[in-house]
């Protein structure tokens, strides 16, 4: 499992609000915008912007940050050799594929294997 790219995490309360600054900031356009659940996602530069409400964002927040990989399929691999556990998936998404992971020391990441 290859790590592509690592993308921070913003919470919002409203995606159209946010992303103006965010384009100034990294004078990129968004790559991708879709809902997911009960809140609505966003990529720009580095970062993986994820708007809703205060309830909807609650089940997301614990999400540190979002690694994309080539291949989920060595997400067990990792967790064998350096423990961790899957708390989620791997699951179909939008994108392709998820997992959310908690490694020890309490990281918590979304891996997320884009469909080709």
Not at 13 to 36: N, W
Not at 55 to 68: G, H, K, M, W
Not at 74 to 91: F, Q, T, V, W, Y
């Amino acid at each position: 499992m290859k790590v592509l790219r690592t993308l921070a995490r913003l919470y919002v309360d409203d995606l159209d609000r946010a992303l103006p600054s965010l384009r100034e900031l990294t004078g990129e356009d968004v790559r991708m915008r879709f809902p997911y659940a009960d809140v609505e996602l966003a990529g720009i530069g580095g970062f993986l912007v994820v708007a809703g409400t205060e309830e909807a964002l609650a089940p997301f927040r614990n999400v540190q940050s979002t690694i994309l990989v080539d291949n989920l399929d060595g997400l067990c691999d990792l967790l064998d050799a350096h423990g961790g556990e899957i708390l989620s998936g791997p699951n179909q998404v939008p994108t392709g594929r998820n997992a959310t992971v908690q490694h020890l020391g309490g990281i918590v990441f979304e891996y997320v294997e884009h469909a080709a």
